[in-house]
């Protein structure tokens, strides 16, 4: 059974601070790896990809990558209450382009 | 750019009747789109992926003729959930695929906004 892992939380971190969410998959054949951010009632909504081992900043977003370790975590630099929602790692199923997700972490930023 | 509107965004129906949801790419022509469902608090589960021209296809206990998918074209997908029950009552997302720039030849998956089945 592939899976992908993450802590459900909630993870909470006062408004300016660095918020580290964390990840693991279990398919070696994993190629692709994503992250996204979804509201409460809302669908997600892409914020980060990332392919190759290394870090992969955009904004305040960094995305890092280890297929070793088969660990992914995604850095939210200066979090703002704005960035309060659940975060969903997702992994590409090995030779297909289906998506396996993980229940998501909570991230709760507090003024 | 990237954009996937679903349609209707909510719908209230009577137990046994028929509901058909709607998902297009806007700006794309998608590859491959997928329809997922998710419960209150749960994460999301694919119930089929869906190809242009060819059948859809569906993940181990989705009832395919329960939940008819149609792929009219590179950009338009439909979801028809069959003779309703309040059990079928979720969040229905569909995602389309998009090739990502760049060496890697990766599909990138957009969602659309969902919707929401409440069936009485």
């Known amino acids: 059974q592939k899976e992908v892992e993450q802590n459900s939380g909630p993870l909470s971190v006062p408004e300016g601070a660095i918020a580290s969410l964390n990840c693991t998959y279990s398919d070696r054949g994993s190629q692709s790896f994503f992250w996204y951010r979804q509201y409460s009632g809302k669908s997600p909504e892409l914020i980060m990809s990332?392919?190759?081992?290394g870090d992969k900043e955009d904004g305040r977003f960094t995305a890092q990558l280890n297929k070793a370790s088969q660990y992914v975590s995604l850095l939210i630099r200066d979090s703002q209450p704005s960035d309060s929602a659940t975060y969903l790692c997702a992994v590409n199923e090995f030779n297909t382009d289906k998506l396996i997700f993980g229940t998501g972490t909570r991230l709760q930023v507090f003024p | 750019g990237a954009v996937v509107s679903q349609h209707p965004s909510w719908v209230i129906c009577k137990s046994g009747t028929s509901v058909k949801i709607e998902c297009r790419s806007l700006d794309f022509q998608a590859t491959t789109m997928f329809w997922y469902r998710q419960f209150p608090k749960q994460s999301l589960m694919l119930m089929a992926t869906s190809n242009e021209g060819s059948k859809a296809t569906y993940e181990q206990g989705v009832e395919k003729d329960k939940f008819l998918i149609n792929h009219a074209s590179l950009t338009l997908s439909t979801l028809t959930v069959t003779s309703a029950h309040p059990e079928d009552s979720s969040f229905y997302i569909c995602s389309a695929s998009l090739l990502a720039g760049g060496l890697y030849g990766v599909n990138e998956q957009f969602f659309g906004p969902g919707t929401r089945l409440t069936v009485l």
């Open positions: 990332i392919y190759s081992n």
